[in-house]
């Protein structure tokens, strides 16, 4: 069974530019997160799905942060303008009520905002 | 406020050795994941504790959780240098979200 797939794995941009991260669940899994890791710290819950719909967004900074899962799938994740705060590894993960809702994380996106 | 507390936040120890990595937690839960990171990789899933009581072993790693404490503990056993790593456990408080503990660096030293 195929993992959690993001990309890309790396990126590096100046502030107040926009970037773009792509996470494909692994396949059946109904839920699905992005977190935020900044370095030396444990990762912090953005934003959860079930299927296309929003679960919970409250600690998504939504004045610059946006996500969507159009078809229940594939989920996109983007910063506009990014600030250099925002230089972290943006983890997506899935679960699914048949694997006790364990949640397998993805290899994750690393950005710098320079 | 949902919290969870790692110690040491730090740990270095010598191969050979036994030590025990905490983590506590605010309010009830009983499903807590323990986690595993190399340096630039992602969380690697170690163990997943689903009720008061349990117990879960994998080679020189064992997980328990007490939920009436709200402790659950990460005991290594003879460390070898192939442990090295940061662990981090987290809390499902019952709403299918991960609050994640500050982390624990170990190093092992041969």
């Known amino acids: 069974e195929a993992g959690v797939a993001q990309s890309p794995r790396y990126k590096i941009i100046e502030k107040r530019q926009s970037v773009a991260f792509w996470c494909n669940p692994i396949s059946g899994h109904a839920t699905l997160y992005w977190y935020q890791q900044i370095l030396g710290q444990g990762p912090k819950l953005l934003i959860q799905?079930?299927?296309?719909?929003?679960?919970?967004d409250s600690q998504l900074p939504k004045d610059r942060f946006s996500a969507e899962r159009l078809k229940g799938v594939d989920s996109t994740l983007k910063i506009q303008p990014a600030k250099l705060e925002d230089s972290a590894v943006y983890l997506c993960?899935?679960?699914?009520?048949?694997?006790?809702?364990?949640?397998?994380f993805g290899p994750g996106t690393r950005l710098t905002v320079t | 406020e949902l919290k969870v507390e790692q110690n040491p936040l730090f740990l270095s120890m010598q191969e050979g050795k036994n030590y025990t990595i905490y983590c506590n937690y605010s309010?009830?839960?009983?499903?807590l994941y323990w986690y595993r990171q190399d340096p630039g990789k992602s969380l690697e899933s170690l163990f997943v504790?689903?009720?008061?009581?349990a117990v879960k072993q994998e080679g020189r790693l064992m997980a328990s959780l007490d939920t009436k404490a709200r402790l659950s503990t990460l005991h290594i056993t003879a460390a070898v240098h192939d442990l090295s790593a940061t662990y981090f456990c987290a809390v499902d408080f019952g709403n299918e979200k991960l609050t994640f503990g500050t982390g624990t660096r170990l190093t092992i030293i041969p």
């Open positions: 799905f079930q299927n296309n719909g929003v679960v919970d």
């Open positions: 309010t009830t839960s009983d499903r």
């Open positions: 993960a899935s679960s699914s009520a048949r694997t006790i809702r364990e949640q397998y």
């Open positions: 504790l689903l009720s008061n009581g």
